[in-house]
Each structure stands twice: as structure tokens, then as C-alpha cells.
């Protein structure tokens, strides 16, 4: 398994430009990216060990940050 962060611009760089004018005129697009990232961010740390944490815990984690990119992405294609 990867534990290569899954940030939002390698895995949408073509919405790069995109992600941008969003986060900046809608509030809960913003807010989205952010839940995100802080998301991503304890993704990592779990899968790297830097911060354990229990199979069913990373797993559910992992399960969040797929919903959220869903939503994202499902902006984005607005």
C-alpha cells in the first residue's frame, strides 16, 4: 500500500484552477476542501504510523476522506 498523501491537486490537476475559484466564492466548497485535507493529513500520519491507530479506525478514516472527495468532485462536475 501507498502511503503517499492523496492531495485534492495531483488527484484533480486539471480542476486545479477550478478548486481555486471555488474555495474562494463558495463558503461550503471551502469548507469541504479543508474537512479534506485535515482529513488526509490524519490518513497519513495513521498509515505511516506517526500517529497509530486501530485497522477499523484507519479504515473508517480512509471511508471519510472517499465521501469527501466525492463531494468534492461532484462540484467540481457542476
Same mark, same amino acid.
Given at each position: ?23 474562494? !466564492?463558495? *463558503? =461550503?466548497?471551502?469548507? /469541504? ?5 485535515? +482529513?488526509?493529513?490524519?490518513?497519513? @500520519? ?7 491507530? !486501530?485497522? *477499523? =479506525?484507519?479504515?473508517? /478514516? ?5 465521501? +469527501?472527495?466525492?463531494?468534492?468532485? @461532484?462540484?467540481?462536475?457542476?
Amino acid at each position: 500500500m501507498s502511503h503517499t498523501p492523496h492531495e485534492l491537486a495531483e488527484d484533480f490537476p486539471a480542476d486545479a484552477e477550478r478548486i481555486s475559484q471555488l474555495k474562494q !466564492s463558495n *463558503a =461550503h466548497f471551502a469548507r /469541504l476542501v479543508e474537512e479534506y485535507h485535515d +482529513l488526509n493529513r490524519t490518513v497519513h @500520519r495513521a498509515e505511516t504510523q506517526v500517529e497509530p491507530t !486501530s485497522d *477499523a =479506525h484507519e479504515s473508517e /478514516l480512509r471511508r471519510r476522506r472517499v465521501v +469527501l472527495k466525492d463531494e468534492i468532485r @461532484r462540484m467540481l462536475d457542476a
